[in-house]
């Protein structure tokens, strides 16, 4: 199974893009929507694929978010590890044509605790601007270990994943990327 977990809250903006790309190849994706009032939860219904889960904190806390999220993969698992999560937030995408690369294959062919890193295109203002950070962990292979490993509690810019512990592989894909659809009216 492919799982893409996220977390959102009003995100009408760009949820159609991202569901929309996300269905092509995730075979479930579970979103912890907080509280949103922008018509999110009409636009989550258009996507059979879509779980919902409410995230109830009256506060911003994308750790306890993630933990929503992890938790209810977790409970549809039910001990399967033969399954792959991805964390991306709703305004982010995979590079096109990304299932006819060899990074996809390697993530597809992983094992449990396999751990994937790659960059994240964050693109800005009038789209003709972005930057490419260092690799970021996006994605991995689920394990028994996985659901004790290490997770940090921090309010903003905290891992997405927990890290299996131990884990077996951390792998950079290099030319492989999540792009950022960031508002372009900067």
Known sequence: LLIVVTIARNEAW??????????LWADIIIIADQMSTDGSRDIYKCY???????NNMPNMHQAAARRLVLAEAKRILNGNTDAILFA????????GDFMHSDAWKKI???????????????????AK????????????????QL????????????????????????????HFYSIHLGPLNI
Do not use: Q, T
């Open 14 to 23: 760009v949820l159609d893009a991202f569901l929309s790309a996300a269905s």
């Open 48 to 54: 059979p694929k879509v779980h919902v889960i409410d």
């Open 88 to 95: 991306l937030d709703a305004d982010e995408v995979l590079e």
């Open 108 to 126: 597809l062919n992983s094992k449990p605790n396999d751990c994937f890193e790659w960059s994240w295109m964050n693109l800005s203002g009038n």
């Open 129 to 144: 601007r972005y930057s490419v950070p260092a690799p970021y962990y996006w994605a991995v292979h689920v394990s028994k």
């Open 147 to 174: 659901w004790d490993g290490l997770f940090p509690d921090s309010n903003i810019h905290e891992w997405r994943l927990p890290f299996p512990s131990p884990y077996d592989n951390e792998i950079v894909l290099n």
